[in-house]
């Protein structure tokens, strides 16, 4: 099983970006899809999430600016970012749940996959 994360970069504040996150090796479609995040010196947090049903989930420090899809025929998920702040700053990563139908996590679960992270750079 891959997961490979793209399309982070340097960007100004108020600018956008959209991450993929592009699976293989076992189909996702009854799993929950998520994106973390890590800054410097910081913990791995909670950044979005959409269930196998599409119900979505988000931090409160991206909701109305984030908004995370999926599209399983493409086996991909997307995080699309506006009105980026140097606060979003981080290394994005994309998880999957490894058990089906299991509800959403906001916290790092046992049996996820996890993807290589790629940069989110926001500059005031």
């Known amino acids: 099983v891959q997961l490979q994360a793209s399309g982070g970069g340097l960007v100004q504040a108020g600018g956008s970006l959209r991450l993929s996150c592009a699976t293989s090796?076992?189909?996702?479609?009854?799993?929950?899809m998520y994106w973390f995040r890590q800054a410097p010196g910081k913990e791995r947090e909670f950044v979005a999430a959409?269930?196998?049903?599409?119900?979505?989930y988000y931090a409160d420090s991206v909701k109305g600016r984030f908004t995370i899809s999926r599209d399983n025929a493409k086996n991909t998920v997307y995080l699309q970012m506006n009105s980026l702040k140097p606060e979003d700053t981080a290394v994005y990563f994309c998880?999957?749940?490894?058990?089906?139908?299991?509800?959403?996590?906001?916290?790092?679960?046992?049996?996820?996959?996890w993807g290589q992270g790629t940069q989110v750079t926001v500059s005031s």
């Open positions: 998880a999957a749940d490894q058990v089906n139908f299991r509800q959403v996590s906001t916290s790092p679960a046992k049996n996820m996959y």
């Open positions: 090796g076992r189909a996702f479609g009854a799993s929950s």
């Open positions: 959409i269930n196998w049903s599409l119900n979505t």
